[in-house]
């Protein structure tokens, strides 16, 4: 053909996706399927008689391979022929059917967004409800008093209390035991020294009756026990041992020969009774009664080596049966109110009853001035012609024989209530001193 022939297709966008179509030209508009993306389309009118449309040049791989004629009297059918591109093929749908996904995805959400509002505020609401009826429940159960109610506690093991308290039952006599035996197994005085409570008396003490090579072997530490004493005393750290040697009677001193009693006595005018006080002093031996008083100390038990000398070497009998003109000693002692028929009636004086704290037949009585420094101390064991008990104290005083002849013995010196060092401190009479009615320092307990 001649370049000057007349075209015989036309050619429009699609509406959808842009792709040009190619129809016959002079086809009336025509709906139908796009070539490419399948929408429906509707072509223009391209008859020849209403216009003339210069038609646009088309490569030859885009013609169509066939259309086909229209019959006259009938509606066209446009078979339109899809040009061979090399494209990657993908799936196309309809506008419908994205339409109408999008509208059921759309429905979908907006249930699944309903719903879910629905189950949030069906979960606060039985979070409401359950909260309300546990408030209601224990509103309803009878109120308790805070201290009644059950303590939870874990199993720790013993507290430092508990642990404390059985030490003082059970645990201090084995520290007690080895600070004995370390003391009496002690060579020098100097070793002694470590185990002792130190007080302004207790080197010269020990100077005096452990001099060097001395021993305890008349007294073994096996023959030694403990004795719990009373709580208040365990709680302030006060624990003691004790050795008791009572009193033994030699049985072959009573096989005496027959004869007179001028003769067994040896003395002129002997009576049964001199005879029975003979028997009695020639076989009872002495009781021994050694008291080894500890206090708890920050380095540990320490042994009062002050009362264990005065026990153990009877120091208070024979300070006060063997007078010695300006003699002082320091002694632990029990002292209670005494009636002296020489000054019962005097106001200005008052006996006191001045006993060994471990042998109670050792004792003396002596008188104090009422307006002294140590009689307003003692005033307040002060029991004659007041509405008082009779009461018994523990202290640690000093005792001096006066410089004249013939020597009397006096209080020299008031220290403490209680033994010094062991419960007692210098000092501690200040509460009492001059009031009858002022609470009295507690007692060692010890028998």
């Known amino acids: 053909m001649s370049g000057s022939s007349k075209p015989t297709t036309a050619t429009f966008s699609c509406k959808h996706c842009q792709k040009n179509i190619q129809v016959p030209l002079g086809l009336p508009p025509t709906k139908a399927p796009c070539p490419y993306c399948g929408q429906e389309v509707t072509s223009p009118d391209f008859s020849l008689r209403d216009q003339q449309v210069e ?75 359950l909260g309300g009826g546990a408030l209601w429940m224990i509103a309803q159960q009878p109120q308790e008093p805070l201290d009644a109610a059950p303590q939870v506690t874990q199993d720790t093991g013993p507290s430092a209390e508990e642990l404390e308290e059985d030490w ?104 049964l009774i001199d005879m029975a006080y003979a028997i009695n002093e020639s076989n009872m031996s002495a009781p021994i009664e050694i008291l080894a008083f500890f206090k708890k100390m920050d380095d540990g038990l320490k042994l009062d080596a002050s009362s264990f000398i005065q026990s ?66 003692l005033s307040s064991l002060n029991w004659r012609g007041m509405n008082r008990d009779y009461q018994l104290r523990t202290a640690t005083v000093e005792l001096g024989w006066s410089e004249q002849k013939p020597a009397r013995l006096q209080i020299e010196r ?15 009479d200040a509460e009492s001193s001059g009031s009858a009615d002022a609470k009295l320092a507690p007692t060692i307990s010890g028998n």
């Open 55 to 129: 038609p646009s040049p088309v490569p030859p791989e885009a013609q169509p391979e066939q259309v086909q004629s229209v019959p006259a009297g009938k509606v066209p059918v446009v078979q339109l022929v899809q040009p061979e591109i090399k494209t990657t093929p993908r799936v196309i749908k309809k506008t419908s059917e994205v339409s109408a996904q999008g509208a059921v995805s759309t429905e979908v959400k907006a249930a699944g967004a309903g719903m879910g509002k629905l189950v949030w505020l069906g979960l606060i609401v039985l979070l409401v409800l």
């Open 168 to 271: 003082r039952i059970e645990g201090w006599k084995k520290e007690a035991s080895e600070v004995l035996s370390a003391f009496m197994n002690a060579s020098s005085v100097e070793e002694k020294m470590k185990y002792v409570i130190p007080n302004e008396e207790v080197l010269a003490e020990l100077q005096q009756y452990y001099p060097s090579g001395s021993t305890d072997e008349d007294t073994p530490f096996k023959f030694f026990v403990h004795r719990s004493g009373v709580e208040e005393d365990r709680k302030r750290g006060i624990f003691r041992m004790q050795y008791r040697q009572p009193s033994q009677m030699n049985m072959k001193e009573y096989f005496a020969p027959i004869g007179s009693l001028d003769k067994v006595m040896g003395v002129q005018g002997a009576t």
């Open 312 to 377: 153990k070497f009877r120091t208070f009998r024979s300070f006060v049966d063997y007078p010695k003109m300006g003699h002082k000693e320091i002694f632990r002692v029990k002292i209670s109110e005494s009636i002296d028929h020489k000054y019962r009636d005097h106001k200005e004086f008052r006996t006191y009853r001045i006993e060994d704290f471990a042998y109670p037949d050792s004792y003396v009585n002596l008188s104090v001035r009422t307006d002294s420094e140590i009689g307003k101390i």
């Open 414 to 428: 008031f220290l403490c209530w209680e033994f010094l060092g062991v419960g007692g401190e210098l000092g501690n």
